[in-house]
């Protein structure tokens, strides 16, 4: 089954205010990434944040990682219509395993 | 630079007939991944391959082969489409540390 698990499904907000999407996770993992997927388009990654590491920004986007609670967070603060897409968790265990992606949250962002 | 390219961009198949999505990358990469995407579902792994000459089973791998017979290509085969595998198919690629991940533009697929 998928590794990882993203909350809300779907998520509307106006322009300008901070979006924050959720990813729980089953097993132990090195690392976490997030990545974007533009309507129709191939993903994008987004930021890595690796088990040993609680937090981590760029640009806009914060993201945290619970390792007791087997969870990320993924911020993006001031929100542009253009933030408009959906995003996924994925997470790597270690060595040759291969990168599992959740279902995705959906968000719209209205100018 | 093109990174990692998939062919066709689409394809209609009649149910019952083979066919190859086809799947090349110019970054050297040791891993390479086919996902599905389906409405409502993600992204869920069909197979994957850590290096050339290797390949694994992902979550959904029933009705699907691979191989990787060298860096460059990972071709992904339907050998008997059926309607199911409606759906769009991404490769992707990656050093096989855990680093980040590239993905193609997608192969739209519809089994009719």
């Known amino acids: 089954s998928q590794q990882g698990e993203e909350d809300p499904q779907a998520l509307s907000i106006q322009e300008g205010e901070n979006a924050t999407m959720n990813c729980s996770y089953k097993?132990?993992?090195?690392?976490l990434q997030w990545y974007r997927q533009n309507s129709g388009r191939g993903l994008v990654h987004l930021i890595l944040?690796?088990?040993?590491?609680r937090e981590k920004h760029s640009g806009r986007l914060r993201v945290t990682l619970d390792t007791s609670k087997k969870s990320s967070s993924l911020l993006i603060t001031a929100s542009r219509a253009a933030d408009t897409a959906s995003y996924f968790c994925a997470t790597f265990r270690s060595g040759n395993t291969p990168l599992v992606f959740g279902k995705g949250t959906r968000l719209s962002v209205i100018a | 630079i093109a990174g990692i390219t998939q062919a066709p961009t689409s394809q209609i198949l009649a149910a019952g007939r083979r066919m190859t999505l086809r799947c090349t990358q110019d970054m050297r990469h040791n891993a390479m991944y086919w996902y599905r995407q389906d409405l409502g579902l993600g992204l869920r792994l069909i197979h994957y391959s850590n290096t050339a000459g290797t390949t694994g089973k992902g979550e959904v791998p029933d009705g699907y082969s691979v191989s990787r017979a060298n860096t460059d290509d990972f071709p992904l085969t339907l050998a008997s489409a059926v309607p199911s595998q409606t759906s769009v198919y991404f490769c992707a690629s990656s050093d096989g540390q855990g680093n980040e991940a590239f993905f193609g533009q997608g192969t739209r697929l519809t089994v009719v």
């Open positions: 097993t132990s993992i090195n690392n």
């Open positions: 944040i690796r088990s040993n590491e």
